[in-house]
């Protein structure tokens, strides 16, 4: 059973920066994805950006150039570095992983997921 514990959020104000993790644990794939998704109030799940093992990325376009994703050198943490910090990012912000490649954003093609993080910008 894979768990995914995220850390990291809180309420930071326009225009700062904050930094995500998420901790897997209790799996061991040779080749899998991980990715941070979001949720707004009243939106749709949204991804944002996902890792391979091999350390390829993938970005939605809403938050290219402003997010980066990566992991720590052991592969034991993932991280979701967020700047430019604006109200619209304001969501529940999701760890979520799965085996295989290719990794893309879509919601249904990962198995397993966090309990999520809130993050809020302030004006």
């Known amino acids: 059973q894979l768990n995914l514990v995220e850390s990291g959020g809180g309420t930071v104000r326009r225009g700062e920066s904050s930094t995500l993790y998420c901790v897997p644990s209790?799996?061991?794939?040779?080749?899998?994805?991980l990715a941070w998704f979001r949720q707004a109030p009243g939106k749709e799940r949204e991804g944002l950006a996902a890792i391979d093992s091999d350390g390829t990325t993938t970005y939605a376009d809403s938050v290219k150039g402003r997010f980066t994703i990566s992991q720590d050198g052991a592969k034991t943490k993932l991280y979701l570095e967020m700047n430019n910090l604006v109200p619209e990012d304001t969501a529940v912000y999701y760890c979520?992983?799965?085996?295989?490649?290719?990794?893309?954003?879509?919601?249904?093609?990962?198995?397993?997921w966090g309990q999520g993080t809130q993050v809020t910008v302030s004006s």
């Open positions: 979520a992983s799965r085996g295989g490649s290719y990794c893309g954003l879509t919601e249904q093609s990962y198995a397993y």
């Open positions: 209790g799996y061991e794939y040779a080749r899998y994805c």
